[in-house]
């Protein structure tokens, strides 16, 4: 599975609250991939945080979409990882990699 993931736009710091959409999000990924694994599926997913987009194309500070994604990144890890095997790959990187 794989998934993109934009930065927010919509606020001035890259926390994330208990009541902010990130964190329903996760929650219902990780309820769809439970339901896959109850049907004998393993997953591998695969996050693609849309770094380079946030910087280049909505011109967001580097350092906000930086810290937006390490919060991200850790509750990915910390929602899905009992449902699916996690990998979190920025955009910049897999375009660096593949240019």
Same mark, same amino acid.
């Given at each position: 599975m794989f998934?993109?993931?934009g930065p927010r736009y919509n606020r001035s710091t890259p926390m994330i609250e208990e009541s902010d959409p990130e964190i329903q999000t996760l929650g219902e990924i990780r309820d769809?991939? %439970?339901a896959f694994r109850n049907f004998g599926y393993e997953l591998d997913f695969m996050l693609m945080p849309a770094d380079a987009y946030?910087?280049?194309v909505n011109s967001l500070?580097?350092?906000f979409v930086d810290e937006?994604?390490?919060?991200?990144e850790d509750l990915?890890? %910390?929602t899905l990882d009992s449902v699916?095997?996690?990998n979190v790959?920025?955009?910049?990187l897999i375009r660096q990699n593949n240019t």
């Open positions: 998934s993109p993931w769809v991939f %439970r946030g910087t280049e500070s580097p350092q937006y994604f390490k919060r991200v990915a890890m %910390r699916a095997d996690v790959r920025r955009w910049s």
